[in-house]
C-alpha cells in the first residue's frame, strides 16, 4: 500500500510539473499586407495613364457607348475595346487608373473614380484618352473612417497588395488534455448622349447631372460643362447602399435592406419618393414602366440568407409593393430586353425568363447556361454583353429566346 500512495504522489507531482512547463514555438504564416500610397503621388502620375492593350487578368463593371466597350478591371483602370463589330473587338488601350471601381460616358467624356478623385478624360480618340479634369477629395467619405484626413496631400490610400511570410513566437503554458487551437489571420483585405452601364453600376447619368453612390452617400454633380463636372452635394442614404439604375425621370438605388426610389424631375435636388424594403441581401434593380426586377442574394459582403428573384408593383412609385418571389441559386445581375428578363447566376450561370406574366415568371423560362458563370448584363444595340470571374461574353439576341454566342474576351489566367 505504501508502494502505491508513493506512486499517485510521483504521478501527480509529474503532471503538475509537466502542467507548468513553459514552451516556445516559431511559427510562420502567409498573409496578403497592404501596401499605401498617398493621393499626391498619385496624381503626378496622370501622364503615365494611357498604355498599350494590357490582358484581361480581372472583371469589375462593363460600360457600352457606341461602338465600344469598356471593362473596369479593379482598382487598376479599364479596358477599352473597338466592338463596331461585337464577333471581334479590338483592344484599343488600357487606361491605367489607380483605385478605380466605376465608370460613365457623356458625350465623348469619361468620368471614372480614382480612390477619392473624380477623373474626366476626353475621348475623341477612345485609343487615346486624355485627361482634362480631375475633381480632388469628392469621393474622400469612403476612405476618413479608416485613415486620418490631415489634408489632400497626406490621404493614403490602399494601393495594392504583396504576399508576405511573417514569423512569430508564441510562448505559452501548456495543460494537459487541452487541445491547442491555432491563431487565425484574416487578409486585408436619362436624356442625353450616354452610355450604358450594367444593373451593377455605382456610376449614372440623367438629365445632364452624374449620380455616384458609395456605401451610404448619393453624390451629385453637374455636368451641363461635360470637360468639367461641377460637385454639388452629397446625400446621406444610410448603411449598404450597392447600385443606382435611371429610369426616366427616376433613381432606382438598391442597398442590402431594401431599394430607394428618388425623383430627380429636378436634377440638382433629388427627392426621394419611397423605400421597398426586403431582407438584408446584396440587390441590384432593374426597371420597366410598370415592374422592379430586383436580385437578392447571399454573399460575404451584404450578408442575409436569400437567393430571390423579387418583382415589385411600381406603377404607383409611392408605393412599391411585392408581388412575388422566385427562388434563384445565386443571383447577381440582371438585363431587361422588352418582355424578356437575363439574369446572371454567379458560378450557378446565366438564364433568360420571359417576363410578362409576372406572376408565373418560374413557368416561363426560355434559356439556361449552367457552365456561363456570370455578374452582370448589358442589352446593348449590338449585342448582349454578358461579364463574369472568367471573362466578357458578347451575344446575339435577335432571337431573344435563343441566344447566339458572338464573342468572348477571356481573362489571361483562364486561357
Given at each position: 500500500?505504501?508502494?502505491?500512495?508513493?506512486?499517485?504522489?510521483?504521478?501527480?507531482?509529474?503532471?503538475?510539473?509537466?502542467?507548468?512547463?513553459?514552451?516556445?514555438?516559431?511559427?510562420?504564416?502567409?498573409?496578403?499586407?497592404?501596401?499605401?500610397?498617398?493621393?499626391?503621388?498619385?496624381?503626378?502620375?496622370?501622364?503615365?495613364?494611357?498604355?498599350?492593350?494590357?490582358?484581361?487578368?480581372?472583371?469589375?463593371?462593363?460600360?457600352?457607348?457606341?461602338?465600344?466597350?469598356?471593362?473596369?478591371?479593379?482598382?487598376?483602370?479599364?479596358?477599352?475595346?473597338?466592338?463596331?463589330?461585337?464577333?471581334?473587338?479590338?483592344?484599343?488601350?488600357?487606361?491605367?487608373?489607380?483605385?478605380?471601381?466605376?465608370?460613365?460616358?457623356?458625350?465623348?467624356?469619361?468620368?471614372?473614380?480614382?480612390?477619392?478623385?473624380?477623373?474626366?478624360?476626353?475621348?475623341?480618340?477612345?485609343?487615346?484618352?486624355?485627361?482634362?479634369?480631375?475633381?480632388?477629395?469628392?469621393?474622400?467619405?469612403?476612405?476618413?473612417?479608416?485613415?486620418?484626413?490631415?489634408?489632400?496631400?497626406?490621404?493614403?490610400?490602399?494601393?495594392?497588395?504583396?504576399?508576405?511570410?511573417?514569423?512569430?513566437?508564441?510562448?505559452?503554458?501548456?495543460?494537459?488534455?487541452?487541445?491547442?487551437?491555432?491563431?487565425?489571420?484574416?487578409?486585408?483585405?436619362?436624356?442625353?448622349?450616354?452610355?450604358?452601364?450594367?444593373?451593377?453600376?455605382?456610376?449614372?447619368?440623367?438629365?445632364?447631372?452624374?449620380?455616384?453612390?458609395?456605401?451610404?452617400?448619393?453624390?451629385?454633380?453637374?455636368?451641363?460643362?461635360?470637360?468639367?463636372?461641377?460637385?454639388?452635394?452629397?446625400?446621406?442614404?444610410?448603411?449598404?447602399?450597392?447600385?443606382?439604375?435611371?429610369?426616366?425621370?427616376?433613381?432606382?438605388?438598391?442597398?442590402?435592406?431594401?431599394?430607394?426610389?428618388?425623383?430627380?424631375?429636378?436634377?440638382?435636388?433629388?427627392?426621394?419618393?419611397?423605400?421597398?424594403?426586403?431582407?438584408?441581401?446584396?440587390?441590384?434593380?432593374?426597371?420597366?414602366?410598370?415592374?422592379?426586377?430586383?436580385?437578392?442574394?447571399?454573399?460575404?459582403?451584404?450578408?442575409?440568407?436569400?437567393?430571390?428573384?423579387?418583382?415589385?408593383?411600381?406603377?404607383?412609385l409611392t408605393n412599391p409593393r411585392l408581388v412575388k418571389s422566385y427562388p434563384?441559386?445565386?443571383?447577381?445581375?440582371?438585363?431587361?430586353?422588352?418582355?424578356?428578363?437575363?439574369?446572371?447566376?454567379?458560378?450557378?450561370?446565366?438564364?433568360?425568363?420571359?417576363?410578362?406574366?409576372?406572376?408565373?415568371?418560374?413557368?416561363?423560362?426560355?434559356?439556361?447556361?449552367?457552365?456561363?458563370?456570370?455578374?452582370?448584363?448589358?442589352?446593348?444595340?449590338?449585342?448582349?454583353?454578358?461579364?463574369?470571374?472568367?471573362?466578357?461574353?458578347?451575344?446575339?439576341?435577335?432571337?431573344?429566346?435563343?441566344?447566339?454566342?458572338?464573342?468572348?474576351?477571356?481573362?489571361?489566367?483562364?486561357?
Open positions: 500500500m505504501k508502494f502505491l500512495k508513493n506512486a499517485w504522489l510521483f504521478l501527480l507531482a509529474a503532471l503538475l510539473f509537466y502542467g507548468c512547463d513553459k514552451v516556445t514555438t516559431e511559427r510562420t504564416y502567409a498573409v496578403r499586407l497592404p501596401t499605401f500610397v498617398s493621393m499626391s503621388t498619385l496624381r503626378l502620375q496622370a501622364e503615365q495613364m494611357v498604355v498599350l492593350p494590357q490582358p484581361l487578368e480581372s472583371t469589375g463593371k462593363i460600360y457600352v457607348y457606341g461602338d465600344y466597350l469598356f471593362i473596369n478591371e479593379p482598382m487598376k483602370g479599364i479596358h477599352i475595346y473597338n466592338n463596331a463589330d461585337p464577333k471581334s473587338p479590338v483592344p484599343l488601350t488600357f487606361l491605367k487608373v489607380p483605385g478605380n471601381v466605376d465608370m460613365a460616358i457623356n458625350a465623348g467624356m469619361l468620368y471614372v473614380d480614382s480612390y477619392v478623385d473624380l477623373l474626366t478624360f476626353d475621348l475623341a480618340d477612345p485609343a487615346k484618352p486624355t485627361l482634362v479634369h480631375r475633381n480632388e477629395d469628392v469621393f474622400v467619405s469612403l476612405y476618413q473612417r479608416d485613415y486620418t484626413n490631415a489634408g489632400s496631400d497626406k490621404l493614403m490610400v490602399v494601393s495594392g497588395y504583396r504576399d508576405t511570410v511573417i514569423s512569430a513566437s508564441d510562448e505559452r503554458i501548456y495543460k494537459p488534455y487541452i487541445k491547442e487551437v491555432d491563431l487565425v489571420y484574416d487578409n486585408v483585405n436619362a436624356g442625353g448622349n450616354y452610355g450604358q452601364g450594367g444593373s451593377m453600376a455605382r456610376f449614372t447619368l440623367s438629365m445632364e447631372h452624374l449620380y455616384a453612390v458609395d456605401h451610404y452617400k448619393l453624390h451629385l454633380f453637374q455636368v451641363s460643362d461635360k470637360r468639367k463636372p461641377a460637385y454639388i452635394k452629397d446625400i446621406e442614404l444610410g448603411w449598404g447602399i450597392e447600385t443606382i439604375f435611371p429610369y426616366k425621370d427616376h433613381l432606382f438605388i438598391g442597398s442590402n435592406t431594401g431599394m430607394f426610389i428618388y425623383d430627380v424631375t429636378t436634377p440638382g435636388e433629388p427627392e426621394q419618393v419611397s423605400r421597398y424594403q426586403h431582407m438584408r441581401a446584396c440587390d441590384p434593380v432593374v426597371v420597366n414602366d410598370d415592374y422592379a426586377f430586383v436580385t437578392l442574394r447571399t454573399g460575404v459582403a451584404c450578408g442575409g440568407a436569400q437567393n430571390v428573384l423579387e418583382v415589385v408593383d411600381i406603377k404607383d434563384m441559386k445565386n443571383p447577381h445581375g440582371l438585363g431587361l430586353a422588352d418582355d424578356v428578363l437575363y439574369l446572371c447566376e454567379g458560378a450557378f450561370g446565366f438564364k433568360s425568363f420571359r417576363v410578362s406574366d409576372v406572376h408565373n415568371v418560374a413557368n416561363n423560362a426560355l434559356e439556361s447556361f449552367e457552365n456561363l458563370v456570370s455578374t452582370d448584363v448589358i442589352v446593348a444595340p449590338k449585342s448582349l454583353v454578358v461579364i463574369g470571374e472568367n471573362g466578357v461574353s458578347q451575344y446575339d439576341y435577335t432571337d431573344k429566346a435563343q441566344l447566339k454566342l458572338l464573342s468572348k474576351i477571356q481573362l489571361a489566367k483562364s486561357k
